[in-house]
């Protein structure tokens, strides 16, 4: 008999991306994690992190995933305390400058985050802001208030990059990338009208 699916496995099953896995988080069970953020040739977050919820039993939560629906729904509403730490993990293959090399000390103090979980078709936030029409769909997609990557005011005066791309508005994450066979008739439609035409 398979075990329910639960807000638990949703948020561990693996990475929440932010731009098709340029940037991304994810939780373990184990209440620690990763948070990456990169932008072109510069890796400014390669760090684990540590996250608990304010209400345990929350994880907990059985949700029903019905296949194929197009309507965003809300699967569930949680808050979490999440705290950036200076440990790298172990998978760490920058070897140029990162994490406090970038941020101030305020940046690894425990925070507290609101998190709501939600089912349907969505394109990632950097495809919608720069209006690319043909990028991947996602069945999963985790928002975040305030964003998991610090606030302006947290990164030192070396930190251009993420001040010019503002990335502490990057709020929603994905996961479940759907298959070009997933793909409804009119998505794949517009994924070849924009490719013929760019």
Known sequence: MNSPVTVRS???EGPWVWNDGASEVTFHENGTGKLFCSTEYTCWIFAEIDWKPHNPA???QVIDLC???KQPTILADLTIEMTLTTRRPPDIWWKGKVNEDWLNEEAFRAKTYRISLEHGRFRNQFDVKHNVRNGARYALRIVFDPSPFPPGEEWNHESSGPHVMRLWECTEFNARRYSEEELTGWE????????WTS
Request: hydrophobic fraction near 35%; charged fraction near 25%; proline fraction near 0%.
């Open 10 to 12: 949703i948020l561990c």
């Open 58 to 60: 929350s994880l907990d």
């Open 67 to 69: 296949n194929n629906r």
């Open 188 to 195: 794949r439609l517009v994924n070849w009208y924009t490719e």
